[in-house]
């Protein structure tokens, strides 16, 4: 069963917030080994994957079902993630940086197989596969 673009966004927000407020909650368990930062920057980057997928479904819900989200979102996302992780402990920041770019990634090969777009040139375009002409 899959989630419209309105309901996505509240889900995906509640989340995102539930899993701040757990690393607030655990925040010296985060802070008590080497382990624990890093496990507390894998926390962060769900919460960019949980924030990215909130604006990105309100923008489909505004602006139509072929919107896409931008480097805007994805920074707008990526920063508030750090930033939730830097409030646990530097290092989390810096491997929350990392999962993210990971987790963007995945979301992006995934949308890429789910969906067919093509690669994005250094344009910024699109470039879909015309395949063979039939004669």
């Not at 930033?83 to 987790?103: D, P």
Request: charged share 10%; hydrophobic share 50%; aromatic share 10%.
């Amino acid at each position: 069963m899959t989630l419209n673009e309105s309901a996505s966004a509240v889900v995906s927000l509640v989340f995102a917030v539930l899993t701040f407020s757990s690393m607030q909650i655990f925040k010296l368990q985060f802070q008590s080994s080497q382990g624990g930062t890093i496990l507390g920057g894998l926390t962060g980057s769900l919460i960019f994957v949980f924030l990215l997928t909130t604006l990105n479904n309100l923008e489909r819900v505004i602006f139509g079902k072929g919107f896409q989200a931008k480097w805007f979102e994805v920074g707008l996302s990526l920063v508030m993630a750090v930033m939730a992780s830097a409030a646990v402990h530097r290092v989390s920041a810096s491997t929350c940086f990392l999962f993210s770019l990971g987790m963007l990634y995945g979301m992006a090969k995934i949308a890429q197989d789910a969906y067919g777009l093509g690669s994005v040139g250094s344009s910024g375009h699109a470039h879909h596969d015309k395949g063979k002409k039939k004669k």
